[in-house]
């Protein structure tokens, strides 16, 4: 793999400070995307079940279903993100059982295991290569149950990008031996992450993955550009800034 992705994914899931300030770096989302999928997955779930947030990040889902009284299991590559969110559980005195792996191998969890697998905020683009993200979502279906849902966040590449952005991810796409897949980028995140790496979906890319790893698609939203609602027209592809998935296997 090209040494800057490497290096982009390690600071990713290695950095404390991204881990510390991450609401602060992920604030234009708070009060947009961050309350709409929570109302979207509360919705869904009208069952209390076993919950597996595949990638929590600072857990503002894994505390909210412990909040609701869901069994909830978290897990997150970065370390720092699973010490905060322990933290966060012990003050507020709930529980989760936390977990520190790679979700392209989650083989230390039994096949079958939860009713519902969640991985919001656009998590699987963070996931280079497109063979690592058909791993990632085979994982969440062997590991929910025959009748439990898998959820997907993911940001779509006409709604996030701005236009400013296209530059530089057309120069990065084109750069001999970048290593980079269509709808790839190196960008500038934040102060304390530095650059990382961001794959953007289209709708498409997020069907094929639910078709390779046996998911059926039980309900699909489109977001509004801003992802603080829904969008209901016709150009789903290009007028969405992101969509939600839900399957079944
Ligand atoms: C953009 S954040 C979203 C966090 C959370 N789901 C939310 O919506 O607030 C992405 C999180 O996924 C984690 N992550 C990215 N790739 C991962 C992987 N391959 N395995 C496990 N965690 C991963 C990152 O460390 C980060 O905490």
Known sequence: ??????????????????????????????????????????????????LFDATMGRGRHVIHFAKRGFEVFGNDYNRNMVELVRKDLNRLKLKARLYNHNITDLSRIKDNSFDYVISMGHSLGCIPKIKNREKAVKEFARVVKPDGLVVVHGHNIFGDISLEDVLPMLKCCIL?????????????????????????????????????????????????????????????SLMCGGFIFVGKK
């Open 1 to 50: 793999m090209d040494k800057r992705i490497e290096e982009a994914v390690k600071r990713e899931s290695t950095s404390k400070d991204y881990a510390l300030e991450y609401y602060e770096a992920e604030k234009e989302l708070l009060d947009g995307l961050f309350s709409l999928d929570t109302e979207f997955l509360d919705s869904l779930f009208t069952r209390k079940g076993k």
């Open 176 to 236: 001999p031996g970048s290593g980079l897949e269509p709808r790839d980028m190196i960008y500038f995140h934040s102060k304390n992450l530095g650059h990382t790496f961001i794959h953007y979906f289209s709708l498409n890319e997020l069907h094929r993955l639910f078709a390779a790893a046996g998911l059926k698609i039980q309900k699909k939203a489109g977001l509004n550009w801003k992802q603080n609602g829904y969008y209901r027209g016709p150009l789903k």
